[in-house]
């Protein structure tokens, strides 16, 4: 595979990761995420590593450099599906992936992702409960 | 029986081969699902360490076998610059070439056994064990 598809959908991009990703993949897939946000306006990434079964610090900083990249570009990312074993070992790798959102599945991704476009992070969320 | 197996680390395809070499071993010896994810994440970081700064080398895999535990033995090998300070090497986030500086502080965390030697202007060893008991569950 030469590149990692990116599907639109509405104002959200959604990746799946479903190869085991050398190197040249994974920066590839960072620089057309990129283009694509600035391309489409996109607000939302949603990246389903649910079948990524290793998640060494490579992919990490890949994973990081999307989420940051996208954040500059006025757009969330929202990592959903992460196998156990891979948060086990991240933690003991060291590796806390912070700023970095998850969510357990790609239905609550898209949720985190749309209540992110009605309440932007920083913005206070103490709506009155009235 | 021992098995043992030498590969070639010389560009980022080979470290997806060292992955899918050493995921196969591990479940060949038994390895919870856990333990191989942590083995093979190990493997990656070293791997990746072998091609970026020891300028290529290559992995040994050895299967280990005593009387109460099975093993799996990796020795990542180049004759690449070397470390000059390998305290300061293994310091979690020290890198010198822009990554997130884990790859030695972690695959020994994430391992049982760990050694590492090396020389300036002569080459890195580092060696990696984790073991499964038979008699633990």
């Known amino acids: 595979m030469d590149s990692i598809p990116i599907l639109k959908m509405g104002e959200y991009l959604l990746v799946s990761i479903q190869v085991d990703m050398h190197d040249r993949l994974a920066l590839t897939l960072q620089d057309d995420l990129t283009n694509r946000i600035v391309k489409t306006g996109a607000k939302g990434v949603l990246i389903d590593i649910s079948s990524l079964e290793i998640i060494d610090s490579f992919i990490g900083l ?9 954040r500059i570009l006025d757009a969330e990312t929202v990592v959903v599906g992460m196998q156990p074993a891979v948060a086990i070992t991240l933690v003991e790798l060291g590796l806390f992936l912070a700023g970095i959102r998850t969510a357990l599945n790609i239905e609550k991704g898209m949720d985190l992702l749309r209540a992110s476009l009605e309440f932007p992070p920083g913005e206070s969320v103490n709506r009155a409960k009235k | 029986m021992q098995r043992s197996e030498t590969l070639d680390i010389r560009s980022s395809s080979d470290i997806v081969q060292v992955r899918q070499k050493v995921r196969m071993w591990t479940q060949q010896l038994g390895f919870s699902l856990v333990e191989q994810t942590k083995i093979v994440t190990a493997a990656s970081e070293l791997a990746r360490n072998t091609m970026e700064y020891g300028k290529g080398g290559t992995v040994q895999l050895e299967e280990l076998n005593d009387e109460n535990r099975h093993g799996l033995r ?7 610059p070397g470390i000059p300070n390998i305290a300061l ?49």
């Open chain 2, 74 to 80: 990796l020795t990542f090998e180049d004759e690449g």
């Open chain 1, 62 to 70: 890949i994973l990081s450099n999307i989420a940051s990249m996208s």
């Open chain 2, 89 to 137: 090497a293994m310091n979690d986030g020290y890198t010198t070439g822009g990554g997130l500086g884990l790859g030695l502080s972690g695959a020994k965390r994430l391992m049982d056994e760990f050694e590492i030697t090396s020389e300036v202007n002569q080459g890195t060893r580092v060696t990696i064990t984790r073991w499964r008991y038979f008699n633990r569950r």
